[in-house]
């Protein structure tokens, strides 16, 4: 009897074994026929390369430098301040005095002012390039000339900006342009003041 029991739950066991090993076989061949999942799609990658901006300024009074930050500030960009070597002093900056410092370079044609610096750290990225300047006797303050002279321009967008009392632009740029070297030089706009909402459309329309 012991002996019949035995052999009645070994064939169970059996049975249950080769039902567990069809039914292994049966999933290991559907998943062999499953086709290979795709891998995910990558990410489209922007090479474009963004546009950089400067905004490089010479400031005698203060008014030059707002509407440099303004111009900063609406396109992003960076700011260059441009400081003689000799710092001017209010005395110096009196046109009205013909023995003044700023009177006695207009009257020298060299009209040559040292600035502290002229390297611009990281100069090659930047592709607009603003130059702003008080008017002085029609043209460019002279101290940037320094600054437009010790630079290589290729490959940049330039654009220059004045400020003055009532004076216009003139050809403060395009003088700028000639002493310059290379460089695309568009058209520039002289301020009568600091008005932000006149700045910020002006910038935009520049389509940068």
């Not at 992003?76 to 023995?99: C, I, M, R, V, W």
Request: aromatic share 10%; net charge positive.
């Amino acid at each position: 009897m012991l002996k019949k029991i035995v052999t009645i739950m070994f064939s169970a066991v059996l049975v249950l074994t080769l039902a567990a090993c069809g039914s292994t076989g049966k999933a290991d061949k559907n998943a062999a026929a499953a086709p290979a999942t795709k891998p995910a799609a990558k990410a489209p990658v922007n090479n474009a390369k963004k546009s950089k901006t400067l905004v490089v300024y010479y400031s005698a009074s203060g008014n030059t430098k707002q509407v440099a930050d303004i111009i900063a500030g609406a396109t992003g960009g960076a700011t260059f301040e441009l400081k003689p070597a000799q710092p001017y002093s209010s005395a110096d900056l009196n046109y009205n005095d013909s023995s003044s410092r700023v009177s006695r370079e207009h009257n020298d044609k060299n009209r040559a002012v040292k600035l502290a610096s002229t390297a611009v750290p990281d100069w090659q990225s930047y592709d607009t390039v603003f130059i702003g300047y008080p008017i002085w006797w029609g043209i460019a303050a002279w101290p940037v000339d320094d600054f437009v002279k010790n630079n290589d321009f290729t490959g940049k967008k330039v654009i220059p900006f004045a400020t003055a009392a009532s004076s216009g632009l003139g050809d403060s740029g395009k003088l700028l342009e000639k002493m310059g070297k290379k460089g695309t030089w568009v058209a520039g706009k002289c301020f009568h003041g600091t008005n932000k909402s006149e700045i910020e459309s002006w910038v935009k329309g520049l389509g940068l």
